[in-house]
């Protein structure tokens, strides 16, 4: 059923669920939609013996190529992907809404590990999941540290011992932590700007950052890295039901004193001291050891990879689709990834 937002009542509820629900995460609040406030919104939902079980929170964009509407739930649903009989319900309310309204393609890339058994199992059902990455709207791969009960000082000893050393030299080297305010976004902009323009990728604009940090005000957090007084690196994190997450950093490497290292360190100490169950470090794209953001990256992930288990594509308008899967397949850039084109195309 689609949610009436007038509904205010109904509306809790459903934000309720999706804070709560062991399956729920940032991607499927409606807080994340209004980040993508250029994207429209559509939030669907189940009940049973009046509550709600399951939910699915879909943006929507137009899409020049196709010439039709993209719509996209980013790691939902909002319930348990083994119940085939619940998310199928769900596919097919989303599915027929889409298609009335100039839908082309609805994606779904549930915040689900790799499993071989549900993926026979959806696959029978006539779903298939898509480990492409030039036609996933997420990162296949990513590095999550679980708490497991431990203290800090506890995760710091199970770091490998380089790891050790460059978090407890920065704090040597006078590296001091800082915890940022709104005030404090235009920094974190221009730290993002400058890395941006030495790696020559894009970035967000500072408005976007903002509506990051209004939206999520109870949770969104700024970590600085400070050096002889100035600040020289930076973090945004947002806790959302039993995980933070480490959305955007940036360090511009002006000083070189092993402040990212204690940046990602003092994320870990606020999450445990939060009480979060994961440590979300985000998406990486290959695993190079001579990728720079992996290598970072898995040293406070105890090296751990999760692999997602993709996206299901379900197409309203082949014809459509085919324009849109040979754009983003021929403007990929296959060099960056862990598998070739041909590789994709033949599985």
Not at 6 to 12: A, H
Not at 37 to 48: A, C, E, P, Q, V
Not at 151 to 174: G, M, Q, W
Request: with cysteine; glycine share 6%.
């Amino acid at each position: 059923m689609l949610l009436d937002v007038n509904d205010k009542k109904l509306t809790q509820e459903y934000d309720d669920f999706i804070a709560r629900s062991t399956y729920g995460n940032f991607y499927q609040s409606r807080q994340w939609s209004e980040i993508k406030n250029n994207w429209k919104r559509h939030y669907f939902y189940l009940k049973d013996q009046g509550e709600i079980r399951a939910a699915m929170s879909v943006l929507s964009v137009s899409d020049s190529l196709a010439g039709k509407e993209f719509f996209y739930a980013p790691r939902g649903p909002v319930c348990d992907l083994a119940d085939l009989e619940t998310v199928t319900t769900l596919i097919d309310e989303v599915k027929a809404y889409a298609a009335l309204n100039n839908g082309f393609l609805l994606r779904i890339d549930p915040e689900v590990e790799d499993d071989e058994e549900l993926v026979r199992r959806y696959a029978q059902a006539g779903f298939n999941f898509l480990k492409n990455p030039a036609m996933s709207s997420q990162p296949l791969m990513s590095l999550i540290l679980k708490i497991n009960g431990r203290s800090a000082d506890e995760i710091l000893a199970d770091f490998d011992k380089n790891t050790r050393y460059e978090v407890r030299s920065s704090y040597r080297r006078n590296v001091e932590p800082f915890v940022g305010t709104r005030d404090d976004l235009e920094t974190f902009y221009q730290f993002m700007v400058e890395m941006s323009e030495s790696k020559s990728i894009g970035h967000r604009p500072l408005d976007y950052f903002q509506r990051v940090y209004d939206v999520y005000s109870d949770t969104s957090r700024l970590h600085f890295a400070s050096y002889e007084g100035e600040l020289i690196a930076g973090a945004m994190l947002i806790g959302f039901n039993k995980t933070l997450t480490y959305l955007y950093g940036a360090d511009p490497i002006h000083v070189r004193q092993n402040q990212s290292a204690q940046i990602q360190f003092e994320n870990i100490k606020y999450a445990v001291a939060e009480g979060y169950d994961y440590y979300d470090l985000g998406g990486i794209f290959t695993t190079d050891i001579n990728d720079g953001l992996f290598r970072f990256k898995r040293k406070f992930a105890d090296h751990k990879i999760v692999h997602w288990i993709g996206n299901l594509d379900i197409v309203l308008d082949q014809e459509a689709y085919n324009k849109y899967y040979t754009h983003h397949m021929d403007r990929f850039d296959w060099s960056k990834v862990d598998v070739s084109r041909e590789e994709v195309e033949q599985s």
